[in-house]
């Protein structure tokens, strides 16, 4: 492909200028990859692990020992993975469902979750079967002006009734910095410090293999993400995961099938090698669509954009928010990315109301697995200000192509 002149000049210094951050997530790389393959080993996971079943899938020795698996991994004392979850939505929704129960309360100390959980969380008898509706109280403590928690708002806030309390790792679409599995554990300390029975529930979609601990070993009792998000490795064609605390896995495990069969059955349907190949090579393609977020911030704000996190700041999940001036820049970009897809690429993606969300939002998603969020997307809502999510990409060439696409197509509409 060609591009001109001065954008492939621009590349290259931000791409000069990343490599001591390059090399700090090839380190991480190394550490996450060795962390899964150590599992494995632990585990004896052999050929015949990967065996389809059917019907109730009894005794699926692949799907137990998959269980095990991340729950090593995750530094977990259990997990339920399952290509049941049909979303990381649907996943957190049964991890909450399952633990919750009429009269208690969820208070999310991250400020407001992001846009399709608001329909889980529903509201007082709205019919529709959510957590309100059936009698289970929400409240939520916004963070402060400059992204930090309100920790006097969420001393005030916790209540006997409160049950969970719920943290969104990642930034979803606000402009905020994602929260480091550090700062996750203050605030473990935190509320555990206020109420020692409080279960502590954290959103780990976009997270995964970021950093070199999870959640789970920083003290949260309970985690949720989609596998078509990182730890599906580009492979998963659907499915979930929850790890956490043995007993509240298991109570989240009778929501997803009913109480007194739990996680005991469900067919793999020929899934499981998919899912624990996946999971291998998940630490790696984590760390190219790492890489592909870094250049993809030096790049942008060489240009004079805004753009959050900064090339040089940590990185905790796969999101790279970039600020525009006008709606068309932000669509222009989005159409950009999806002119760079191996799949599609031919489609022009525009705003649409898509189920879940409070604004009409573009998607560019050219991937084999559909709504594959490890694979190079960007979406956003059409609202001000205009910000645009980009994430993913299975190979950093991939997300390096995007950038570059993506900054021809705006340069072709007049716009850089």
Same mark, same amino acid.
């Given at each position: 492909?060609?591009?001109?002149?001065?954008?492939?000049?621009?590349?290259?210094?931000?791409?000069?200028?990343?490599?001591?951050?390059?090399?700090?997530?090839?380190?991480?790389?190394?550490?996450?990859?060795?962390?899964?393959?150590?599992?494995?080993?632990?585990?004896?996971?052999?050929?015949?692990?990967?065996?389809?079943?059917?019907?109730?899938? /009894?005794?699926?020795?692949?799907?137990?020992?998959?269980?095990?698996?991340?729950? &090593?991994?995750?530094?977990?004392?259990? =997990?339920?993975?399952?290509?049941?979850?049909?979303?990381?939505?649907?996943?957190?929704?049964?991890?909450?469902?399952?633990?919750?129960?009429?009269?208690?309360? %969820?208070?999310?100390?991250?400020?407001? #979750?992001?846009?399709?959980?608001?329909?889980?969380?529903?509201?007082?008898?709205?019919?529709?079967?959510?957590?309100?509706?059936?009698?289970?109280?929400?409240?939520?403590?916004?963070?402060?002006?400059?992204?930090?928690?309100?920790?006097?708002?969420?001393?005030?806030?916790?209540?006997?009734?409160?049950?969970?309390?719920?943290?969104?790792?990642?930034?979803?679409?606000?402009?905020?910095?994602?929260?480091? +599995?550090?700062?996750?554990?203050?605030?473990?300390?935190?509320? @555990?410090?206020?109420?020692?029975?409080?279960?502590?529930?954290?959103?780990?979609?976009?997270?995964?293999?970021?950093?070199?601990?999870?959640?789970?070993?920083?003290?949260?009792?309970?985690?949720?993400?989609?596998?078509? @998000?990182?730890?599906?490795?580009?492979?998963?064609?659907?499915?979930? /995961?929850?790890?956490?605390?043995?007993?509240?896995?298991?109570?989240?495990?009778?929501?997803?099938?009913?109480?007194?069969?739990?996680?005991?059955?469900?067919?793999?349907?020929?899934?499981?090698?998919?899912?624990?190949?996946?999971?291998?090579?998940?630490?790696?393609?984590?760390?190219?669509? +790492?890489?592909?977020?870094?250049?993809?911030?030096?790049?942008? &704000?060489? %240009?004079?954009? @805004?753009?959050?996190?900064?090339?040089?700041?940590?990185?905790?999940?796969?999101?790279?928010?970039?600020?525009?001036?006008?709606?068309?820049?932000?669509?222009?970009?989005?159409?950009?990315?999806?002119?760079?897809?191996?799949?599609? =690429?031919?489609?022009?993606?525009?705003?649409?109301?898509?189920?879940?969300?409070?604004?009409?939002?573009?998607? =560019?998603?050219?991937?084999?697995?559909?709504?594959?969020?490890?694979?190079?997307?960007?979406?956003? #809502?059409?609202?001000?200000? /205009?910000?645009?999510?980009?994430?993913?990409?299975?190979?950093?060439?991939?997300?390096?192509?995007?950038?570059?696409?993506?900054?021809?197509?705006?340069?072709?509409?007049?716009?850089?």
């Amino acid at each position: 492909m060609q591009f001109d002149s001065d954008i492939m000049a621009i590349m290259e210094q931000a791409e000069e200028g990343v490599q001591p951050r390059f090399r700090e997530i090839e380190r991480t790389i190394d550490h996450n990859q060795w962390k899964v393959i150590a599992a494995f080993q632990n585990q004896g996971i052999s050929d015949y692990h990967f065996a389809s079943s059917t019907g109730y899938g /009894y005794n699926d020795r692949g799907r137990e020992l998959l269980d095990l698996v991340y729950a &090593e991994v995750f530094g977990a004392e259990a =997990a339920l993975v399952r290509p049941h979850f049909v979303s990381g939505t649907h996943t957190i929704g049964t991890a909450l469902f399952g633990v919750l129960r009429p009269g208690d309360e %969820l208070l999310y100390i991250t400020g407001k #979750p992001y846009d399709t959980l608001h329909k889980v969380i529903g509201k007082p008898g709205d019919g529709t079967g959510s957590l309100q509706d059936f009698g289970i109280g929400y409240r939520e403590v916004p963070l402060l002006a400059d992204g930090s928690l309100d920790e006097a708002g969420i001393r005030a806030a916790i209540t006997p009734k409160t049950k969970v309390i719920g943290i969104q790792r990642s930034r979803g679409y606000d402009w905020r910095a994602s929260f480091t +599995v550090a700062a996750i554990g203050e605030m473990v300390e935190l509320v @555990k410090s206020i109420r020692s029975d409080l279960i502590v529930f954290v959103d780990n979609c976009y997270g995964e293999f970021t950093e070199r601990l999870e959640p789970n070993q920083v003290g949260a009792d309970l985690i949720a993400g989609s596998l078509i @998000k990182n730890p599906g490795g580009g492979l998963a064609a659907s499915g979930g /995961y929850i790890a956490g605390r043995k007993e509240l896995v298991e109570m989240a495990a009778y929501r997803l099938t009913a109480p007194g069969i739990g996680g005991e059955v469900g067919a793999m349907l020929g899934t499981t090698r998919s899912l624990y190949q996946g999971l291998f090579l998940a630490p790696h393609l984590v760390g190219q669509a +790492v890489k592909g977020s870094v250049v993809a911030a030096a790049v942008f &704000e060489r %240009l004079g954009f @805004k753009t959050r996190p900064r090339p040089e700041d940590p990185r905790t999940d796969l999101i790279q928010a970039i600020e525009f001036t006008s709606a068309e820049h932000l669509i222009t970009f989005v159409q950009g990315v999806q002119r760079a897809s191996a799949v599609d =690429a031919h489609v022009t993606p525009e705003p649409w109301d898509m189920p879940g969300y409070e604004h009409p939002v573009i998607m =560019a998603a050219g991937t084999f697995i559909q709504g594959g969020s490890l694979e190079l997307s960007a979406d956003a #809502p059409i609202r001000e200000p /205009y910000i645009a999510y980009m994430q993913g990409g299975l190979t950093y060439s991939h997300c390096k192509l995007g950038v570059l696409t993506a900054l021809q197509h705006m340069k072709e509409r007049g716009l850089l």
